[in-house]
Nanobody, 124 residues
């Protein structure tokens, strides 16, 4: 089992920045990939970014390329999502996910473990 706890959400004006953190515990040695997803009201959970635990290769949704950056700190078992140039349409709960079976994936149903989510609200 892997447990994930997100933090760092909040309210920010358009153009501002936030950094989300996701701390993993439990069987962290088994993690292959971690990702961030968001889910606006009435919409499906959407891919934001993912990172490989083995080689730190990163993947981004087109909507966040150049604005968001995913990184990891293996010593702390923590993944970060640096969010810059935030837009009102980025508003949503953001969820951290982890998988032990394969590398990074853009499909939410390929991840085994999920955090409780942290709310990001961007005002115009």
């Amino acid at each position: 089992q892997v447990q994930l706890v997100e933090s760092g959400g909040g309210l920010v004006q358009a153009g501002g920045s936030l950094r989300l953190s996701c701390a993993a515990s439990g069987r962290t040695f088994s993690i292959n990939a971690m990702g961030w997803f968001h889910q606006a009201p009435g919409k499906v959970r959407e891919f934001v970014a993912a990172i490989s635990w083995s080689d730190s290769s990163t993947y981004y949704a087109d909507s966040v390329k150049g604005r968001f950056s995913i990184s990891r700190d293996n010593a702390k078992n923590t993944v970060y999502l640096q969010m810059n140039s935030l837009k009102p349409e980025d508003t949503a709960p953001y969820y951290c996910a982890a998988d032990t079976r394969h590398g990074p994936d853009t499909r939410w149903n390929e991840y085994e473990y999920w955090g409780q989510g942290t709310q990001v609200t961007v005002s115009s």
